[in-house]
């Protein structure tokens, strides 16, 4: 199940089976479907997701 979180006024969902985190609940439901088929991440799909940017501005 993706997870949602909620930090300030960004909405993420997380996918449960590798830890990425989107801004599009589409992208971390296709991940995780991705992930449980193949049992690994899709390269494609994991662009989508959002980089840590904690610290990086
Ligand atoms: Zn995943």
């Known amino acids: 199940m993706v997870r949602e979180t909620g930090k300030g006024s960004t909405k993420l969902y997380t996918c449960e089976e590798c830890g990425l985190e989107f801004e599009e609940?589409?992208?971390?439901e296709r991940c995780e479907d991705y992930d449980r088929e193949h049992n690994a991440c899709s390269l494609?799909?994991?662009s989508?997701?959002?980089?840590?940017?904690?610290g990086i501005e």
């Open 44 to 46: 494609e799909i994991a």
């Open 48 to 54: 989508h997701a959002v980089i840590e940017r904690h």
């Open 25 to 28: 609940k589409f992208w971390a």
